[in-house]
């Protein structure tokens, strides 16, 4: 079984720019998470969704803002980047069974200059 | 919301039984606990997780009292491969929405 995917790997931008991540679930779920991981510390909560629409939002500026596609993958866009944006960004989608078990993927490095 | 506290790091050595222990005062009727292991630039992979008393799969054991205050995470005969940070969690389902709140972690060295 695929897990969950994300693209790209690695990225390099800088300040101002803006990105676009990407994500696939596992097949068969419908609840895709984002979360940002600075290094050193645990992964902090930005987004999740659930059937295309939005379930909860961590404490992010609006900079931060993220989609659902019907086939269930899901983007995750930060404008205006600045140095501390700079993190492993991780997907994570899950079952609706209300259990929070959630499956991560490999995560994108985004490093801003 | 429901938040963690765990050791910050912890050392033990190969063949080694190893037990973490996580707080969570504030945990909620609805609340599971879930443990995650990640290793450096990989994503939190999937431990266990629970809801009371014991459950065990084929890599550890988690237990958790009565009060369900606090939860122990059991490694046994730990491996050098499994170095890594080790989180507790717990269900947090805030309103209009679903929040899964990860703490400092802890960061678990075997030594051979």
Not at chain 2, 6 to 29: F, K, L, R, W
Not at chain 2, 33 to 62: D, H
């Amino acid at each position: 079984d695929a897990g969950v995917t994300q693209s790209p790997t690695h990225l390099i931008k800088t300040r101002g720019q803006h990105v676009t991540l990407r994500c696939s679930p596992i097949s068969g779920h419908k609840s895709v998470s984002w979360y940002q991981q600075v290094l050193g510390q645990g992964p902090q909560f930005i987004f999740q969704y659930y059937e295309k629409e939005e379930r909860g939002r961590g404490n992010f500026p609006d900079r931060f803002s993220a989609r659902q596609f019907p086939n269930y993958s899901s983007e995750l866009n930060v404008n205006a980047l600045l140095l501390g944006d700079s993190a492993l960004y991780l997907c994570a989608s899950s079952l609706p069974r209300g259990t929070d078990t959630q499956y991560f993927g490999p995560g994108t490095r985004l490093t801003v200059l | 919301l429901a938040k963690t506290t765990q050791p910050i790091s912890m050392d033990s050595y190969e063949g080694q039984e190893v037990n973490i222990t996580c707080s969570h005062n504030n945990i909620a009727t609805n609340d599971y606990i879930t443990w995650y292991q990640q290793f450096p630039s990989q994503g939190p992979r999937f431990i266990i997780q629970g809801y009371k008393t014991k459950v065990t799969n084929e890599v550890a054991s988690l237990f958790i009292p009565a009060d369900r205050k606090s939860s122990t995470l059991s490694l046994p005969r730990v491996s050098l491969s499994d170095t890594a940070v080790y989180y507790c969690l717990v269900g947090d389902r805030a309103t209009g929405g679903f929040k899964t709140i990860f703490g400092a972690g802890t960061r678990l060295f075997v030594k051979a």
